[in-house]
């Protein structure tokens, strides 16, 4: 922790300031692909452009109505902006703490972030193929999953032919890795 000074004279000492818990928020960074992130520039946009000023117009003609404090229109239109809002700050916080990460530009030796992993469970022999990508990008169902995952976090670093024990809510699962390839997501 660092503390700041002032030059004698030049007001009361300053209280300490913890300057890595400022700077923390920041330097979490957010891993995603292009794709990911021209995704969240466009619903960003849209939010600002379209949904934000219809939600205006939705409020105007609500207290055109009259008595706000039992217009049900002006209170749903109200908490309506609020949600918009929320939403607007966040996906701008993920914008300005994103890490673009290309891909196809990574080394296929060992599982990284954006390749695609074809496994093989070694006790049913069933197989699956999973993309490796960042939480706002994942859908489990079309096998996109989050880095921050279980099975994720522990393909990470493997390669070919290493296996990887996977703890998830069913059990623990033995998979072979048989493939890794680089694909734009």
Same mark, same amino acid.
């Given at each position: ?7 004698? &004279? ?8 913890? $300057? ?5 928020? !920041?330097?979490?960074?957010?891993? !995603?692909?292009?794709? &990911? $992130? ?12 379209? #949904?934000?000023?219809?939600? /205006? ?9 009259? #008595? ?5 229109? $002006? ?37 990284? $972030? ?5 496994? /093989? #469970? ?5 197989? /699956? ?13 079309? &096998? ?42």
């Amino acid at each position: 922790m660092e503390r700041c000074r002032r030059a004698p &004279g030049y007001g009361a000492p300053t209280a300490p300031i913890d $300057f890595e818990a400022i700077l923390r928020p !920041m330097s979490d960074r957010i891993p !995603m692909t292009r794709l &990911g $992130f021209d995704k969240l520039e466009a619903e960003l946009k849209k939010i600002k452009t379209q #949904d934000r000023p219809a939600n /205006v117009k939705e409020i105007e003609e609500a207290r055109a109505h009259g #008595d706000i404090s039992e217009n049900a229109e $002006f209170h749903a239109a109200k908490e309506r902006q609020s949600h918009l809002d929320g939403r607007i700050r966040l996906i701008e916080d993920k914008l300005a703490r994103a890490q673009v990460i290309d891909p196809t530009d990574q080394d296929v030796s060992c599982v990284r $972030f954006g390749h695609k992993v074809d496994l /093989v #469970d070694t006790d049913t022999d069933e197989k /699956v193929s999973y993309t490796i990508l960042g939480e706002e990008e994942s859908d489990a169902a079309n &096998g996109r999953i989050s880095v921050t995952s279980p099975v994720a976090r522990a393909l990470l670093g493997k390669a070919e032919g290493d296996e990887v024990s996977v703890r998830i809510p069913k059990g623990t699962r033995v998979f072979e890795v048989l493939k890794i390839r680089a694909e734009e997501a």
